[in-house]
T-cell receptor, first 115, second 107 residues
Framework: GAVVSQHPSWVICKSGTSVKIECRSLDFQATTMFWYRQFPKQSLMLMATSNEGSKATYEQGVEKDKFLINHASLTLSTLTVTSAHPEDSSFYIC???????????FGDGTRLSIL | EDQVTQSPEALRLQEGESSSLNCSYTVSGLRGLFWYRQDPGKGPEFLFTLYSAGEEKEKERLKATLTKKESFLHITAPKPEDSATYLCAVQQNDMRFGAGTRLTVKP
């Protein structure tokens, strides 16, 4: 149980392109979903927290107009990197949770490379 | 400032050589401490949740313990397939992750 699917697993695209990443909870309804960014050999950096039907809460320093989050249902959240540039290249990971004090369950991440 | 510190940063063991990974934290009002395993190029895989000091959880060769200041992940007789990065995370109002311990188990 508690499977989170993230798609695509990797993307290579040109600078200026917008890229959408999907995160789905397959066998449970997620009250909250999270988006993280991870640099090589570093830990997870929380970008934003999203709840179904409401606006995402962004961490300090994360541009909300750059990283658009839509949480359309209890099983789907999307992250759109708008007008991506090489510095946006990274490993993006989503997670979902069923409630307070419950563990987050993670997708397998999306490796984004902007040329 | 709330902090989560994992040590060592990297650990190399021979197969069968037991050891422990440490996660120390300064979060007040801990709501939960979580251990995850992360393989290269993958998302973290949930292992354990600990909620109060004195609590212990076990799964195969892994055992997690919790005190008021730190948690240990004990690995008994590790195998090469236990090689991964182990992350701990503490939850107060939000979840804060440590930098992880990269474990390599040599056959």
């Amino acid at each position: 149980g508690a499977v989170v699917s993230q798609h695509p697993s990797w993307v290579i695209c040109k600078s200026g392109t917008s890229v959408k990443i999907e995160c789905r909870s397959l066998d449970f309804q997620a009250t909250t979903m999270f988006w993280y960014r991870q640099f090589p050999k570093q830990s997870l950096m929380l970008m934003a927290t999203s709840n179904e039907g409401s606006k995402a809460t962004y961490e300090q320093g994360v541009e909300k107009d750059k990283f658009l989050i839509n949480h359309a249902s209890l099983t789907l959240s999307t992250l759109t990197v708008t007008s991506a540039h090489p510095e946006d290249s990274s490993f993006y990971i989503c997670s979902a949770v069923t409630g307070l004090r419950q563990p987050q369950h993670f997708g397998d991440g999306t490796r984004l490379s902007i040329l | 400032e709330d902090q989560v510190t994992q040590s060592p940063e990297a650990l190399r063991l021979q197969e069968g050589e037991s050891s422990s990974l440490n996660c120390s934290y300064t979060v007040s009002g801990l709501r939960g401490l979580f251990w995850y395993r992360q393989d290269p190029g993958k998302g973290p895989e949930f292992l354990f949740t600990l909620y109060s000091a004195g609590e212990e959880k076990e799964k195969e060769r892994l055992k997690a313990t919790l005190t008021k200041k730190e948690s240990f992940l004990h690995i008994t007789a590790p195998k090469p397939e236990d090689s991964a990065t182990y992350l701990c995370a503490v939850q107060q109002n939000d979840m804060r992750f440590g930098a992880g311990t990269r474990l390599t188990v040599k056959p």
